[in-house]
């Protein structure tokens, strides 16, 4: 491949909060052209759970972006001071008060490389068992349940309230439970 890739150069911020915008310029052989993207604070956990009775652990979260509540599942960013698998057993137990300890790392990926570098880890959760309530952190709205992996298809197929992270999750779970 002898193609010439462009060059980012010049960086700056113009927002800072939760996630940063960043704009640069990018140049080609024969163009410059201003790109943004977004620079998410930390890397993050996707974890598809398993009940020991084998039932699929769901999250039915209200996400204010899109003021809607989706289905989803545990997870969140990962801590500075923690690994993925530290940040899973973490999420897990705050969001939905279970405790598993036999999580797995199914892959790591970019989920949204057009618009950040952010990176998802995907963890498999098996033989999950409730422990507490949940601890929710304040501006999480989340409601969990237990839903048989033909009711989880069901309701995926017949909504369009979804998470995507979600779908990417069950895929690569899918994909390990049946090897």
């Given at each position: 491949m002898?193609?010439?890739?462009?060059?980012?150069?010049?960086?700056?911020?113009?927002?800072e909060g939760f996630f940063n915008v960043i704009?640069?310029?990018?140049?080609?052989?024969?163009?410059?052209?201003?790109?943004?993207?977004?620079?998410?604070?930390?890397?993050?956990?996707?974890?598809?759970?398993?009940?020991k009775e084998g039932k699929f652990l769901v999250n039915r979260e209200?996400?204010?972006?899109?003021?809607?509540?989706?289905?989803?599942?545990?997870?969140?960013l990962i801590h500075a001071y923690e690994s993925p698998l530290e940040a899973a057993h973490r999420e897990l137990l705050e969001e939905t008060?279970?405790?598993?300890?036999?999580?797995?790392?199914?892959?790591?990926?970019?989920?949204?490389?057009?618009?950040?570098g952010q990176k998802i880890t995907y963890l498999l959760a098996k033989d999950a068992t409730k422990v507490q309530e949940p601890t929710l952190e304040e501006g999480e709205w989340i409601e969990t349940e237990l839903l048989t992996k033909q009711e989880l298809l069901k309701e995926i197929q017949t909504s369009k309230l979804v998470d995507g992270v979600f779908l990417a999750g069950l895929f690569l779970a899918f994909q390990s439970l049946s090897n």
């Open positions: 002898n193609k010439k890739f462009p060059t980012l150069s010049a960086p700056k911020t113009v927002f704009q640069s310029s990018l140049s080609t052989e024969n163009k410059k052209l201003t790109y943004d993207f977004v620079e998410i604070k930390g890397d993050a956990i996707s974890v598809i759970t398993l009940t209200w996400r204010p972006a899109t003021e809607e509540t989706l289905l989803s599942t545990t997870g969140g008060g279970y405790k598993s300890d036999n999580i797995t790392t199914l892959s790591t990926v970019y989920p949204f490389p057009g618009i950040t």
